[in-house]
């Protein structure tokens, strides 16, 4: 397939170095909101500018998340859920980018309208996450179990135990996701490698502090 030339090329460049740009500046936002100014001073553009490649700030802000999530997806695997478990390690990552978490959760929640531009984003994100889990979670659950209902009350955990990440820091998201995905589909539920996590009769003298 042959890359686009002229100016199409150029719109497509630019477009995507604003959606870098923004990516980057969430990322390193912290607890600080991040305007469009901000992002297009560091394209060398101007509000304006930007605004004529997205049409809306919501429609930029649904581009970034996409980029976040194929992100994630060359980070961790096209397909996590077959690979282990991905969700504590995907938090763990996601506490080094709470100005991403917070665009997430506050876009989340506006897209619920139908007429947002990132409606259909959450819907299809939503619905190819639930198919996919369900799938992995049907392999390991006792037959009277309904997957689909299990994924849905999983999903909704990790999206919820960030909201309440943001409002305290000190919790522990990785460690809060290991121990319900292990509760709730039991020891095949594989936790996150890189978690340390202490044997259920270990002496409290011996367990590992937690990583929060």
Do not use: C
Request: charged fraction near 25%; charge should be negative; proline fraction near 8%.
């Amino acid at each position: 397939m042959s890359k686009p030339r002229g100016p199409y090329a150029k719109t497509s460049a630019k477009r995507q170095e604003i959606i870098d740009a923004a990516l980057a500046a969430y990322a390193e936002a912290g607890s600080r909101n991040v305007s469009l100014r901000d992002i297009a001073q560091r394209v060398g553009m101007t509000y304006a500018g930007v605004m004529h490649h997205f049409g809306s700030k919501e429609a930029l802000l649904t581009a970034v998340l996409e980029a976040r999530d194929a992100a994630a997806a060359e980070r961790f695997g096209p397909d996590p859920e077959r690979t282990g478990l991905p969700h504590s390690a995907i938090l763990r990552h996601n506490a080094s980018t709470p100005g991403l978490v917070k665009l997430f959760v506050d876009l989340a929640a506006a897209a619920a309208e139908p007429d947002h531009p990132a409606h259909d984003f959450f819907e299809q994100r939503y619905a190819d996450l639930r198919a996919r889990l369900a799938e992995r979670i049907e392999r390991h659950v006792a037959d009277e179990v309904d997957p689909a209902w299990l994924a849905r009350i999983f999903i909704a955990a990790v999206d919820g135990i960030q909201l309440q990440w943001l409002l305290d820091p000190e919790i522990d998201m990785a460690a809060d996701i290991d121990r319900l995905g292990e509760l709730l589909i039991g020891p095949r539920w594989t936790p996150d490698p890189d978690a340390q996590r202490p044997a259920p009769d270990a002496p409290a003298e011996e367990r590992p502090a937690s990583s929060a």
